[in-house]
Nanobody, 124 residues
Framework: QVQLVESGGGLVQAGDSLRLACAASGRTFSKYNMGWFRQAPGKEREFVAA????????DYADFVKGRFTISRDNLKNMVYLQMNSLKPEDTAVYYC?????????????????WGQGTQVTVSS
């Protein structure tokens, strides 16, 4: 089992950067593919980015390509989401999640473990 705790959210201005962190517990962290999702007010939760268990492969939603970078440190049981050039439309609660599946990495239903989320607010 994996427990996930996100941190790093906050209130920033458009154009600023933030780095979200997700701390994972459990000895099997390095076996899981990890993802970031977000949910804006009044909207459904959506895929943002994913990274394979080894860190060798990544995937991004089109709306964050070139701005966000996902990374992981398996020695520290950490996953990160570096967010640059933030826009007001990036305002959402961001969730870290873990899955054994890479094939359907953009599907929320494939993720077995979720964190509680961290709020990111971008003002214009």
């Amino acid at each position: 089992q994996v427990q996930l705790v996100e941190s790093g959210g906050g209130l920033v201005q458009a154009g600023d950067s933030l780095r979200l962190a997700c701390a994972a517990s459990g000895r099997t962290f390095s076996k899981y593919n990890m993802g970031w999702f977000r949910q804006a007010p009044g909207k459904e939760r959506e895929f943002v980015a994913a990274i394979s268990s080894s860190g060798g492969s990544t995937d991004y939603a089109d709306f964050v390509k070139g701005r966000f970078t996902i990374s992981r440190d398996n020695l520290k049981n950490m996953v990160y989401l570096q967010m640059n050039s933030l826009k007001p439309e990036d305002t959402a609660v961001y969730y870290c999640a873990a899955t054994s599946s890479w094939y359907r990495r953009q599907a929320q239903s494939e993720f077995d473990y979720w964190g509680q989320g961290t709020q990111v607010t971008v003002s214009s």
